[in-house]
């Protein structure tokens, strides 16, 4: 029996239809993938199925009993609390329960009337926590803190003043410690490193449990799905098998929905033209008329189209740069103490440059620091005269109660619409979600309205610190291709060693 049952739901914004009439089933154990293009409508569906949002037609039905986790970019915690209380406190009723157990074996001691049964409650307890494995939360969580790459300083550290990638691995580290019936996340791999991608993979594979994910890391898909769920024009179509599997066959069923609807206009077009044809003859208008009424009761296919519109990353080149763009000597970053040991390098104009490291380790930090947005803690760091820089940052400020439109607009205001429109139209937005709130859009659509400044301004220096969080695949080979046809230097940061392995001319390691 399905442990979650999806049927027939609609769904739509006011303008558009966004859902329609999509169903599927999440069966117990089944490792699943909700996949398709930014603004299909992925993160809508995970948010109806935790009731933050509801259909507008259909059932979202959980079996009674089932617990389910889900993992999303806007958890709301406790920022003041450290990691680690943060980790352990998913064990909190445990932890109360051994110290019950300590003081009944305490007031027991004392000897007095009455001792036996504080020491049975006592064993009961104990009992209880045994079978709980509550002796090994240890190297329980020990494992998660340092699979998802958590050093011991950082697990001391307030949520709060932990860096943004850090604080998602924490949100996602409490939830792979509370094993629920079912895991929902959306992007789990987009603040993680290889390394980290490569443990999250190893431990979803032997997850006994339930997950449907939503990510757009083909590679890190392939490892762990064994369920996909393709949503499509507002329909979801379910392929049992590997991600390999569900890439083929979905090419097959793209090419049989266009030669059936092709053939579907040909009979049409050849029925009409009988009606019209023998309709007013007295001898054939029996059959004319009887041809018209199956003709009206005939389902007509909707014609298979390329899914989303194209994108078309551009970025404009200013003018050259000398030797290096970039020298920086001695430099130390940081906040109350450096982060790593002094930097020095050069980048030469002209080179694609990816920055690797662990997360918190710095590689952030030093591009603000370069742009002055956080002082140096000591040494010097000189760009070429003639650099002009745009910056991606992963954690731009951005009003969600606005439109794509109303931001370019803002930063824009000379623009007419026509050309704002234009803009947005070659960065993958189009139609009703240019005039969208962002908080009503897709991740993807959103950092596609964060780029699109990029694409406006001259430069020969980007800095692009995980410009492919949240992208789908179409979206990531424009951007590939635009990186690669720049003329300028770029650096950047990346999670995603398929992407920049084959960009860059070298990278630089922070360790």
């Known amino acids: 029996m399905a442990i979650l049952d999806v049927s027939d739901v609609f769904f739509d914004y006011g303008d558009k239809p966004l859902l329609s009439g999509a169903s599927f089933k999440v069966n117990p154990g089944e490792h699943c993938a909700l996949v398709g293009i930014n603004g299909s409508g992925k993160s809508t569906m995970m948010q109806?199925?935790?009731?933050?949002?509801?259909?507008?037609?259909?059932?979202?039905?959980?079996?009674?009993?089932?617990?389910?986790?889900?993992?999303?970019?806007?958890?709301?915690?406790?920022?003041?609390?450290?990691?680690?209380?943060?980790?352990?406190?998913?064990?909190?009723?445990?932890?109360?329960k051994e110290k019950e157990m300590e003081r009944l074996y305490m007031e027991a001691a004392l000897g007095e009337?009455?001792?036996?049964?504080?020491?049975?409650?006592?064993?009961?307890?104990?009992n209880e926590l045994l079978e709980s494995n509550f002796y090994n939360l240890q190297s329980k969580v020990g494992s998660v803190i340092d699979g998802l790459g958590f050093a011991k300083e950082d697990i001391e550290k307030p949520l709060s003043i932990l860096s943004p990638g850090m604080r998602e691995k924490a949100f996602l580290g409490k939830m792979l410690l509370e094993e629920k019936d079912v895991l929902l996340m959306d992007e789990p791999t987009n603040f993680l490193d290889p390394g980290q991608v490569a443990y999250l993979s190893q431990y979803l594979k032997n997850y006994p449990a339930a997950f449907l994910l939503i990510s757009h890391d083909e590679a890190f898909l392939k490892d762990v799905a064994d369920v996909v769920f393709y949503l499509r024009a507002g329909k979801i179509s379910r392929y049992k098998g590997s991600f390999e599997h569900f890439l083929e066959q979905k090419e097959i069923d793209l090419a049989q929905a266009e030669k059936n609807y092709e053939a579907q206009q040909r009979y049409i077009k050849k029925e009409?033209?009988?009606?019209?044809?023998?309709?007013?003859r007295a001898t054939s208008a029996r059959a004319a008329k009887s041809r018209r009424a199956r003709l009206a009761h005939l389902e007509r296919l909707e014609a298979?189209?390329?899914?989303?519109?194209?994108?078309?990353?551009?970025?404009?080149?200013?003018?050259?740069?000398?030797?290096?763009?970039?020298?920086?000597?001695?430099?130390e970053i940081g906040y109350s103490r450096p982060l790593i040991a002094p930097i020095s390098l050069e980048i030469p104009s002209g080179s694609k440059v990816a920055l690797l490291g662990k997360n918190g380790i710095g590689k952030t930090t030093f591009i603000r620091t370069i742009l002055g947005q956080i002082p140096a803690i000591s040494g010097n760091f000189f760009f070429h005269e003639n650099a002009d820089i745009q910056y991606?940052?992963?954690?731009?400020?951005?009003?969600?109660?606005?439109?794509?439109?109303?931001?370019?607009?803002?930063?824009?205001?000379?623009?007419?619409?026509?050309?704002?429109?234009?803009?947005?139209?070659?960065?993958?937005?189009?139609?009703?979600?240019?005039?969208?709130?962002?908080?009503?859009?897709?991740?993807?659509?959103?950092?596609?309205?964060?780029?699109?400044?990029?694409?406006?301004?001259?430069?020969?220096?980007?800095?692009?610190?995980?410009?492919?969080?949240?992208?789908?695949?179409k979206a990531k080979d424009s951007l590939f291709s635009a990186i690669e046809d720049y003329p300028g230097t770029v650096i950047i940061v990346c999670h995603e060693k398929d992407f920049s392995e084959s960009l860059v001319d070298f990278e630089i390691r922070f360790s």
């Open 272 to 280: 009409e033209a009988f009606i019209a044809a023998h309709i007013v």
């Open 48 to 96: 109806l199925l935790i009731g933050d949002k509801s259909p507008d037609k259909g059932t979202i039905t959980w079996e009674p009993h089932v617990t389910y986790a889900y993992l999303d970019q806007q958890m709301s915690v406790d920022m003041d609390q450290t990691a680690a209380d943060y980790f352990y406190g998913v064990y909190r009723d445990l932890f109360l």
């Open 392 to 473: 991606f940052e992963q954690q731009v400020s951005i009003d969600l109660e606005m439109s794509p439109f109303e931001y370019l607009r803002s930063l824009y205001p000379d623009f007419d619409n026509t050309k704002i429109r234009s803009i947005l139209a070659r960065v993958g937005l189009r139609n009703e979600a240019v005039m969208r709130k962002l908080k009503e859009l897709s991740g993807g659509e959103i950092a596609k309205t964060k780029l699109a400044p990029i694409t406006i301004e001259k430069s020969n220096l980007l800095l692009l610190d995980e410009p492919t969080n949240h992208l789908d695949q």
């Open 304 to 331: 298979p189209s390329k899914e989303g519109g194209e994108v078309h990353f551009h970025f404009p080149y200013s003018t050259g740069t000398g030797r290096n763009v970039l020298t920086v000597e001695n430099l």
């Open 113 to 126: 009337p009455g001792y036996e049964k504080l020491l049975s409650k006592a064993e009961r307890l104990g």
